[in-house]
């Protein structure tokens, strides 16, 4: 091979890494990253993302004293549960390739850790829609944004002896 071929190979080769290399970095610092807003926090999850933990995540690593959210994406994967007050359970029921339509939830802590209480919405491609208590939430293709609105006091969640379920507390005043 001459000296020239072997330039322009050499050069070909480090032009591809250096594509290939730099496109599969921006897509790895895209995955499950957050940028500080003036009240909290917006998020954009990408395929696969466990969306429940990664909040659950912002909460431990940021030390979110509280906080609501509200989110909108495409899910590969939504589990909804409707709590049956006589078992104490939730009946879970999986829905696949779903738009989550909307999600609502709250960040408080128990027992030291992170407490997400999160509702939603998803419909399918028949436009057909379900929703409830979401127990858990997988990203799909595209990506889930997530609007997280930070509170200055700390709330803390505990089993209400009444009616034996778990609540949100507020500050004693």
């Not at 939730?90 to 960040?107: C, L, Q």
Request: charged share 20%; aromatic share 8%.
């Amino acid at each position: 091979m001459t000296f020239m071929k072997r330039a322009v190979s050499l050069l070909t080769l480090g032009l591809t890494l250096a594509v290939v290399g730099t496109h599969g970095a921006a897509a790895a610092e895209l995955k499950g990253k957050y940028m500080k807003t003036p009240t909290g926090y917006l998020m954009v999850l990408r395929h696969g993302d466990n969306v429940l933990q990664t909040l659950e995540q912002l909460a431990r690593d940021e030390k979110i004293p509280s906080a609501s959210f509200v989110g909108i994406g495409f899910m590969s994967e939504a589990t909804f549960g409707f709590y049956d007050f006589n078992r104490k359970q939730f009946d879970p029921k999986t829905y696949r390739n779903v738009e989550m339509a909307n999600m609502t939830g709250s960040i408080a802590w128990k027992e030291g850790k992170p407490s997400i209480h999160a509702h939603g919405a998803v419909t399918d491609g028949t436009f057909n829609a379900a929703g409830g208590h979401l127990l858990g939430l997988t990203v799909g293709t595209g990506s889930c944004e997530i609007t997280v609105t930070v509170y200055p006091e700390r709330l803390e969640r505990f089993v209400d002896p009444e009616i034996q379920a778990n609540v949100l507390g507020l500050p004693q005043k």
